[in-house]
T-cell receptor, first 112, second 110 residues
């Protein structure tokens, strides 16, 4: 079974731009969560989607948004990029009702 | 969210057992204890989870104290590939988000 895939793996953007990251969950997994990882703050939860609806949300500003499609694939968008948004963005999928999450390799975003 | 406390770092020798402790004194009755690990340059990886009883799988064992206020992840024979940051996380109810602390950086010496 294929694992969680994320595209692109690396991205360089400039301040003020916007970016869209993509995540394809493991087949059969309907829950997709997004996390931001930085050296200073560690791993922080952004949001979780299930059946195309946002089910949980972390404490991030509205510039961070996401969506989930009917095939469970998910995208997250960051608008008006700031230098502090430079981070590894991780996507994780899980089966409905399971706390066990499977992570993708992440997208390394650098904002200059 | 119930908090967990782990040592910042631990060191082990290859092929020796490793016991990684985690304190969670404010755990609620419905919280599951999960362990994840993150190898360098990779996303976190699920290791094991349990509720009340000790659990074993191919990767590790989880020993849960009778009062559930602490637990220990046991790697029976550490290998160099086990060098990673290990996170102890409590999850329960309808909250599926993982709240990661600082974790324990495990160094395995050859």
């Amino acid at each position: 079974k294929a694992g969680v895939t994320q595209t692109p793996r690396y991205l360089i953007k400039t301040r003020g731009q916007q970016v869209t990251l993509s995540c394809s969950p493991i087949s059969g997994h309907r829950s997709v969560s997004w996390y931001q990882q930085t050296p200073g703050q560690g791993l922080q939860f952004l949001f979780e989607y299930f059946s195309e609806t946002q089910r949980n949300k972390g404490n991030f500003p509205g510039r961070f948004s996401g969506r989930q499609f009917s095939n469970s694939r998910s995208e997250m968008n960051v608008s008006t990029l700031e230098l502090g948004d430079s981070a590894l963005y991780l996507c994780a999928s899980s089966r409905d009702g399971s706390y066990e999450q499977y992570f993708g390799p992440g997208t390394r975003l650098t904002v200059t | 969210d119930a908090k967990t406390t782990q040592p910042n770092s631990m060191e082990s020798n290859e092929e020796e057992p490793v016991h990684l402790p985690c304190n969670h004194s404010t755990i609620s009755g419905t919280d599951y204890i999960h362990w994840y690990r993150q190898l360098p340059s990779q996303g976190p990886e699920y290791v094991i989870h349990g509720l009340t009883s000790n659990v074993n799988n191919r990767m590790a064992s989880l020993a849960i104290a009778e009062d559930r206020k602490s637990s220990t992840l046991i790697l029976h024979r550490a290998t160099l590939r086990d060098a990673a940051v290990y996170y102890c996380i409590l999850i329960g109810g309808s909250n599926y988000k993982l709240t990661f602390g600082k974790g324990t950086l495990l160094t395995v010496n050859p």
